[in-house]
């Protein structure tokens, strides 16, 4: 089950909600204000390994040696 990012438009609430995939198309109430005028935000996500990257010579990964994405 997927997990979304909503914001509120009523008092600007953001949180996160589980949703089934058969619930997409409903919109969830602000769990602050009980507002059904929420939005789904565009969420990124970043992921992190300990192997560095094919072909790379940094043994930190990905993120280089001050923990920046590359």
């Known amino acids: 089950m997927p997990i979304y990012e909503y914001e509120c438009r009523e008092c600007g609430y953001i949180f996160e909600k589980m949703v089934p995939l058969s619930d ?9 204000c009980a507002s059904r005028n929420t939005r789904k ?8 390994t300990d192997r560095p990257a094919a072909g790379s010579s940094c043994s930190t990964g990905s993120t280089g040696s001050r923990g920046r994405f590359a």
């Open 24 to 32: 997409l198309h409903q919109t969830p109430a602000c769990p602050d």
């Open 41 to 48: 935000k565009l969420s990124t996500f970043a992921t992190r």
